[in-house]
């Protein structure tokens, strides 16, 4: 099972451009249990990837590894230069990421406004002990336009609705126009529409040339949005295309569940659903690019 699905995740990389992020073999332990050990996982901008496991196995200790907030050993390559693990991101490698944390992590009772919440965003480029300047504006004003939140931009923050905060996060992760964006969990607690909502947004945000990169408790919803799934149990169980992992062996060995799982069989109608959809996309493509072929060569 592990060399089918890791053949398949080798051949989906061929169809991706080069990897904006790379980890590779990557290992953390925390207060002496080993909580990740030889994850290894690329991800190219114009994706949108889900990163999914059980409570427990190690998804937001992954991101905060990336970020360089917790003490590990591996390699991490970020926009192409390597970078030292257990360190916080500095210089290049910092403001290429974007870090959506989860909502609770935020201080919405800090007596600050929706504007200077998402300026906080901009601390990396602008530093500790300078005021913010023109371009720094700028960039926020684009930020809140791109969520559809600047219409609220003078709101305090602590008025805001469960939906309404989580786009602020987002926009305060966008400020720094980063070319990856990681989310932690960005769907806890909110409800469908919302959800949505949300899945477009960042969908949108893939499209335009960032990697997106979210973990994500909702196994179907996760199937459903992203281009890629990684299955993290400690370690990456396996990767690929929703199609790719249609089959229930590798969700069955990363969450413990067995054979009869009604999971296992949402999974599989919803991976079935992506599989019919991103073959219409593909012949859709490619009649348009056969069309356009055409049209040069009788013009």
């Given at each position: 099972?592990?060399?089918?699905?890791?053949?398949?995740?080798?051949?989906?990389?061929?169809?991706?451009?080069?990897?904006?992020?790379?980890?590779?073999?990557?290992?953390?332990?925390?207060?002496?249990?080993?909580?990740?050990?030889?994850?290894?996982?690329?991800?190219?901008?114009?994706?949108?990837?889900?990163?999914?496991?059980?409570?427990?196995?190690?998804?937001?200790?992954?991101?905060?590894?990336?970020?360089?907030?917790?003490?590990?050993?591996?390699?991490?390559?970020?926009?192409?230069?390597?970078?030292?693990?257990?360190?916080?991101?500095?210089?290049?490698?910092?403001?290429?990421?974007?870090?959506?944390?989860?909502?609770?992590?935020?201080?919405?009772?800090?007596?600050?406004?929706?504007?200077?919440?998402?300026?906080?965003?901009?601390?990396?480029?602008?530093?500790?002990?300078?005021?913010?300047?023109?371009?720094?504006?700028?960039?926020?004003?684009?930020?809140?336009?791109?969520?559809?939140?600047?219409?609220?931009?003078?709101?305090?923050?602590?008025?805001?609705?469960?939906?309404?905060?989580?786009?602020?996060?987002?926009?305060?992760?966008?400020?720094?126009?980063?070319?990856?964006?990681?989310?932690?969990?960005?769907?806890?607690?909110?409800?469908?529409?919302?959800?949505?909502?949300?899945?477009?947004?960042?969908?949108?945000?893939?499209?335009?040339?960032?990697?997106?990169?979210?973990?994500?408790?909702?196994l179907v919803g996760a199937v459903h949005a992203s281009d890629r799934l990684f299955l993290l149990n400690r370690t990456v169980v396996a990767s690929g295309t929703p199609a790719e992992l249609a089959d229930p062996e590798p969700w069955m060995t990363a969450?413990?569940?067995?054979?009869?799982?009604?999971?296992?069989?949402?999974?599989?109608?919803?991976?079935?659903?992506?599989?019919?959809?991103?073959?219409?996309?593909?012949?859709?493509?490619?009649?348009?690019?056969?069309?356009?072929?055409?049209?040069?060569?009788?013009?």
């Amino acid at each position: 099972m592990t060399a089918t699905v890791a053949g398949t995740a080798a051949a989906s990389a061929t169809r991706v451009p080069p990897p904006v992020l790379q980890v590779d073999d990557l290992s953390v332990v925390l207060g002496g249990r080993r909580v990740l050990e030889g994850v290894g996982l690329r991800v190219s901008e114009g994706e949108l990837v889900g990163l999914v496991g059980p409570n427990g196995a190690g998804k937001t200790t992954l991101v905060r590894a990336v970020l360089g907030l917790l003490p590990a050993s591996g390699r991490i390559s970020v926009a192409g230069t390597v970078v030292r693990t257990g360190r916080a991101r500095r210089s290049g490698a910092a403001l290429a990421i974007g870090y959506v944390p989860q909502r609770h992590e935020f201080a919405w009772d800090f007596p600050v406004t929706v504007e200077e919440a998402v300026l906080t965003g901009r601390v990396a480029r602008i530093g500790w002990l300078r005021g913010a300047g023109t371009e720094d504006y700028r960039q926020v004003r684009r930020a809140l336009d791109r969520v559809e939140m600047s219409h609220l931009r003078r709101r305090p923050v602590g008025e805001l609705s469960g939906g309404q905060r989580q786009r602020v996060l987002v926009a305060r992760a966008l400020a720094l126009d980063p070319r990856i964006l990681l989310l932690d969990e960005p769907f806890t607690g909110l409800d469908v529409p919302t959800q949505e909502h949300l899945t477009t947004l960042f969908r949108e945000l893939a499209s335009e040339e960032r990697a997106v990169i979210m973990t994500n408790h909702d196994l179907v919803g996760a199937v459903h949005a992203s281009d890629r799934l990684f299955l993290l149990n400690r370690t990456v169980v396996a990767s690929g295309t929703p199609a790719e992992l249609a089959d229930p062996e590798p969700w069955m060995t990363a969450f413990g569940v067995s054979a009869g799982s009604p999971l296992l069989a949402a999974i599989g109608k919803v991976a079935a659903s992506r599989a019919d959809h991103d073959r219409s996309g593909q012949a859709r493509s490619d009649g348009a690019r056969a069309a356009a072929q055409d049209g040069r060569e009788h013009a």
